[in-house]
């Protein structure tokens, strides 16, 4: 069973700090990574993709990829009141097109 | 783009009813997949499709549950008989095979 592991928090920052959310996985093949945010009684929106060992930035979110570790970060910097939501991990299955998602970390930025 | 179009937004059924729910993946997309949301078990995938083709279906719960996806545009998911634990938030979503997906809005099932 292909297993993708987040803390459910919730993770309280202030307005303005760097929020961190963390993921670890149990396949060791997979190969594509993927962080979506989902507010309160909406659907998954995918905001970042990472297929490399390394840093990738966008905007105020940077993906961090460890594969030998099999380990995914999300940073947020100047964290806004509007990033409130919870925050989905997702590893891509290898062999399949399917992805298998985390059960998210509640983000919570106060004013 | 209209993206993944679901409907019907919410159902509310009686136990032993039949619902089905609908689902308009993104054109060009060729993969399309239907989850169940839950708060104790996360986002569940339940079926999916590649060029209409069910390619794994072993997150289907029970023989209750059936899928079908009868051309590029279109995707139903029935559930027969309802049953109160069947309650949940359906989600569909499409990508191109490999990449990132695109979720509808889902439906929200409450079977009482």
């Known amino acids: 069973q292909k297993e993708v592991e987040q803390n459910s928090g919730p993770l309280s920052v202030p307005e303005g700090a760097i929020a961190s959310l963390n993921c670890t996985y149990s396949?060791?093949?997979?190969?594509?990574f993927f962080w979506y945010r989902q507010y309160s009684g909406k659907s998954p929106e995918l905001i970042m993709s990472i297929y490399s060992n390394g840093d990738k930035e966008d905007g105020r979110f940077t993906a961090q990829l460890n594969k030998a570790s099999q380990y995914v970060s999300l940073l947020i910097r100047d964290s806004q009141p509007s990033d409130s939501a919870t925050y989905l991990c997702?590893?891509?299955?290898?062999?399949?097109?399917?992805?298998?998602f985390g059960k998210g970390t509640m983000l919570l930025v106060s004013p | 783009d209209a993206g993944v179009i679901q409907s019907p937004r919410h159902e509310v059924t009686e136990m032993g009813q039949e619902v089905t729910l609908r689902c308009k993946p993104i054109s060009g997309h060729n993969s399309l997949f239907w989850y169940r949301q839950t708060m104790m078990r996360g986002l569940e995938l339940l079926i999916y499709f590649n060029n209409n083709v069910p390619i794994d279906d072993s997150g289907m719960p029970e023989d209750r549950f059936s899928a079908k996806m009868p051309n590029a545009s279109f995707s139903t998911l029935k559930i027969q008989p309802s049953e109160p634990r069947d309650s949940a938030v359906y989600f569909c979503a499409s990508s191109v095979t490999g990449y990132g997906y695109t979720f509808g809005s889902g439906t929200r099932l409450t079977v009482v």
């Open positions: 396949d060791r093949v997979s190969q594509s």
């Open positions: 997702a590893v891509l299955n290898s062999g399949y097109s399917t992805l298998t």
